[in-house]
């Protein structure tokens, strides 16, 4: 018998409303730079993590956005409260200057064009608490990813299931205004297989139509990619910072293997390297990138399951070292992390995967001082972390659990330990 695992994972969850998130002013010992026995801490790290509520497509026990405090020491993170007057934010991310969150409700009934919605916050520099500012709609069903662009001006949003990508204009208070453009890109069927799928892969990523999985920025900020994994194509545009208008790049999209379904992205520093993550065949394409013109031209592909691995997967998540010496991959169903070593020229090297301990990994990230990589689990209800060796790029389990309803991001923020002095970083 045949089983297809759906990019989509279904559960069931609760939901609550509230409007204003308040935190206690201190919580000893939580700082982004661990301190000495007796050295009084001058910073606080605040974790954000979002998930699938019960209200959405997806569903899932998440709650909202849970707001944790990181004990720089241990890795620890210990619950402070969670802002539940909101569904399904299963992508968040903060503004450039650290003063604003924006989420995005993974939902296709916010408004009567069946669109999902993304929700601003004011982020309280003295305690990390969250007041919510506006929501408005997305401009398509089920939107997957979000960010904002490094001026500040614009959060952009990619709607899965809709097959649009909208561009949504920053007012000076951090809230959400018009939006400025709406895309919908189009492209012939693709296969439900990747041509070079793992061994006794049975999970599809669906390629009916366009399905816009991420969108952001390169370093520069001045071209806009985007991931569509319905069409296996990654697509590069220009934008106008005085309208938010987007316009094709000279080059303005490079075909993936047929199938693959890229999904993330990931961009060096200097911005002239770029790494594509496909979340069908599990693959990871080192790419060269032209910031003069955009134009994406791929080098070496690698898998992120080792060569014995036998069974479904599905990539999911990418995320480079602090000093870009390696980069780390999440495989959901296969539940493991493959770390990589990236050499002088970018190109990668597999040297270590470990089990993540849970169940369907999904979004990863580093801790302010990269000393800690977190996984958030979706199916498992849960966050593991993972000590980093900073010399091998190696990590090893803390065995310690964090229980959040159906995770599937993170955002790290630092905060003064001392409420008077409110600069965020």
Same mark, same amino acid.
């Given at each position: 018998?045949?089983?297809?695992?759906?990019?989509?994972?279904?559960?069931?969850?609760?939901?609550?409303?509230?409007?204003?998130?308040?935190?206690?002013?201190?919580?000893?010992?939580?700082?982004?730079?661990?301190?000495?026995?007796?050295?009084?801490?001058?910073?606080?790290?605040?974790?954000?993590?979002?998930?699938?509520?019960?209200?959405?497509?997806?569903?899932?026990?998440?709650?909202?956005?849970?707001?944790?405090?990181?004990?720089?020491?241990?890795?620890?993170?210990?619950?402070?409260?969670?802002?539940?007057?909101?569904?399904?934010?299963?992508?968040?991310?903060?503004?450039?200057?650290?003063?604003?969150?924006?989420?995005?409700?993974?939902?296709?009934?916010?408004?009567?064009?069946?669109?999902?919605?993304?929700?601003?916050?004011?982020?309280?520099?003295?305690?990390?608490?969250?007041?919510?500012?506006?929501?408005?709609?997305?401009?398509?069903?089920?939107?997957?990813?979000?960010?904002? #662009?490094?001026?500040?001006?614009?959060?952009?949003?990619?709607?899965?299931?809709?097959?649009?990508?909208?561009?949504?204009?920053?007012?000076?208070?951090?809230?959400?205004?018009?939006?400025?453009?709406?895309?919908?890109?189009?492209?012939?069927?693709?296969?439900?297989?990747?041509?070079?799928?793992?061994?006794?892969?049975?999970?599809?990523?669906?390629?009916?139509?366009?399905?816009? #999985?991420?969108?952001?920025?390169?370093?520069?900020?001045?071209?806009?990619?985007?991931?569509?994994?319905?069409?296996?194509?990654?697509?590069?545009?220009?934008?106008?910072?005085?309208?938010?208008?987007?316009?094709?790049?000279?080059?303005?999209?490079?075909?993936?293997?047929?199938?693959?379904?890229?999904?993330?992205?990931?961009?060096?520093?200097?911005?002239?390297?770029?790494?594509?993550?496909?979340?069908?065949?599990?693959?990871?394409?080192?790419?060269?990138?032209?910031?003069?013109?955009?134009?994406?031209?791929?080098?070496?592909?690698?898998?992120?399951?080792?060569?014995?691995?036998?069974?479904?997967?599905?990539?999911?998540?990418?995320?480079?070292?602090?000093?870009?010496?390696?980069?780390?991959?999440?495989?959901?169903?296969?539940?493991?992390?493959?770390?990589?070593?990236?050499?002088?020229?970018?190109?990668?090297?597999?040297?270590?995967?470990?089990?993540?301990?849970?169940?369907?990994?999904?979004?990863?990230?580093?801790?302010?001082?990269?000393?800690?990589?977190?996984?958030?689990?979706?199916?498992?209800?849960?966050?593991?972390?993972?000590?980093?060796?900073?010399?091998?790029?190696?990590?090893?389990?803390?065995?310690?659990?964090?229980?959040?309803?159906?995770?599937?991001?993170?955002?790290?923020?630092?905060?003064?330990?001392?409420?008077?002095?409110?600069?965020?970083?």
């Amino acid at each position: 018998m045949t089983h297809s695992f759906s990019r989509r994972i279904f559960g069931l969850g609760s939901f609550a409303g509230a409007l204003t998130v308040a935190l206690p002013a201190q919580a000893a010992d939580d700082t982004a730079k661990a301190p000495s026995q007796d050295e009084k801490p001058t910073r606080r790290t605040i974790c954000y993590i979002g998930g699938y509520t019960k209200h959405g497509p997806p569903g899932g026990n998440g709650e909202g956005i849970s707001v944790f405090e990181m004990n720089q020491k241990t890795g620890v993170l210990t619950n402070l409260t969670t802002f539940t007057d909101i569904a399904s934010p299963s992508y968040i991310t903060l503004s450039p200057d650290r003063r604003f969150l924006y989420a995005l409700s993974e939902i296709n009934d916010f408004d009567t064009s069946h669109s999902g919605s993304v929700t601003a916050f004011l982020v309280d520099q003295a305690t990390g608490g969250l007041k919510k500012l506006n929501t408005v709609a997305s401009g398509g069903a089920d939107p997957a990813h979000l960010s904002v #662009h490094p001026s500040g001006r614009f959060v952009m949003v990619a709607n899965y299931t809709g097959g649009t990508i909208g561009i949504l204009h920053v007012l000076a208070d951090g809230s959400l205004g018009r939006m400025t453009d709406l895309i919908h890109n189009s492209g012939p069927r693709m296969p439900d297989r990747a041509a070079d799928n793992p061994p006794g892969n049975f999970a599809v990523s669906d390629h009916s139509s366009a399905h816009p #999985h991420m969108i952001k920025t390169d370093p520069s900020g001045k071209f806009v990619l985007v991931m569509d994994a319905g069409l296996d194509r990654v697509y590069v545009w220009t934008i106008n910072l005085e309208t938010g208008k987007l316009s094709p790049a000279a080059v303005p999209f490079t075909t993936m293997t047929p199938g693959s379904a890229p999904r993330h992205y990931v961009f060096g520093s200097e911005g002239k390297k770029i790494y594509l993550l496909c979340e069908q065949d599990s693959k990871v394409v080192v790419a060269d990138f032209d910031p003069q013109t955009g134009k994406i031209s791929p080098q070496q592909t690698v898998s992120s399951v080792t060569a014995h691995f036998r069974g479904s997967t599905l990539a999911a998540g990418i995320l480079l070292s602090p000093d870009e010496r390696f980069l780390y991959v999440s495989n959901r169903l296969g539940d493991s992390l493959a770390v990589f070593q990236v050499s002088k020229d970018g190109s990668l090297t597999l040297v270590d995967e470990i089990w993540t301990h849970a169940d369907y990994g999904r979004s990863l990230m580093f801790d302010p001082s990269g000393s800690y990589l977190y996984v958030a689990n979706q199916r498992s209800d849960s966050i593991t972390s993972f000590r980093v060796d900073k010399t091998t790029g190696k990590i090893s389990f803390t065995w310690d659990f964090t229980p959040v309803g159906s995770p599937t991001c993170f955002e790290f923020m630092t905060i003064a330990a001392d409420p008077t002095d409110v600069s965020p970083s």
